[in-house]
């Protein structure tokens, strides 16, 4: 059986169950305090429920300053160790081990597959590349599937940080229909179409987390814009979809570097 089979078949044999996740701006005024703050990105951190994690956030975020560093800075730490990175089977078997796993789903589209929490990080992250405009603050969901014989439960919350856009581009993204609204917010960029790049961040080589935690102060990347001229050759929603796909160019790019 491959891989990918594996886990399939492994998620008809869970429950499952829907949890919102909050999502929350993260303003000019925090991004200082907040590693995470990559302009054009919703960043998803996924914690067990039972060690608290996401409260804690929370509150960090409420709280800003030197809290917010702290929580920051551990996250960064954790994501900064090497490891060996594992087979698309040691992943599978990986996964079908864990009491509880979840896809990342916004208005019906499933964003990142296969999410789990490795032992040795307080929290899963991942970064969405992000267009800047309207967004469905009830559309985010957990999606998790697990086992019935335990009490395991995962949670999230996600960090929304809006690109710097020209007034066309903004123009442009007040067009998109509201039943077109989901294109605004693109795939992971470490889970593409699958759960399998979570075998980088079982390596501790986690990819859009290290983004996520890391590139914002260091300028890598890069702001990307699309022409007036181009943008009255397209229909609002084509126009919604290639500024994410610029989004998630300029946040590959910065993973490559």
């Not at 967004?135 to 439960?153: F, M, P, R, T």
């Not at 989004?247 to 910065?254: H, K, Y």
């Amino acid at each position: 059986m491959n891989p990918i089979q594996t886990v399939i078949e492994n998620q008809q044999q869970r429950a499952i169950r829907s949890t919102p996740v909050e999502i929350i701006t993260i303003t000019k005024a925090r991004n200082r305090s907040l590693a995470a703050a990559v302009p054009g990105s919703i960043i998803v951190l996924v914690a067990p429920k039972a060690t608290g994690f996401i409260g804690r956030y929370k509150q960090a975020i409420k709280s800003g300053g030197a809290a917010l560093t702290a929580v920051s800075e551990r996250l960064y730490a954790q994501y900064s160790r090497k490891g060996k990175p594992l087979t698309l089977e040691q992943l599978a078997n990986a996964i079908v081990r864990q009491p509880v796993y979840a896809d990342i789903v916004y208005l019906g589209q499933r964003l990142c597959s296969g999410v789990f929490v490795p032992k040795d990080l307080d929290a899963f992250a991942t970064t969405l590349p992000y267009n800047g405009g309207a967004i469905n603050s009830k559309g985010l969901s957990l999606i998790e599937h697990w086992n019935e014989n335990s009490d395991a439960g995962l949670e999230a919350v996600a960090l929304r940080i809006d690109p710097e856009l020209t007034e066309s581009e903004k123009a442009a993204l007040r067009l998109v229909p509201s039943d077109q609204v989901a294109k605004n917010v693109g795939v992971s960029i470490d889970c593409d179409t699958t759960w399998i790049a979570v075998a980088a961040v079982l390596g501790c080589l986690a990819g859009a987390g290290v983004i996520a935690l890391a590139t914002a102060f260091c300028g890598v990347i890069k702001d990307v814009h699309v022409s007036e001229a181009a943008l009255a050759k397209m229909s609002p929603t084509a126009a919604a979809r290639k500024l994410v796909a610029l989004r998630r160019e300029a946040l590959q790019e910065g993973w490559i570097r």
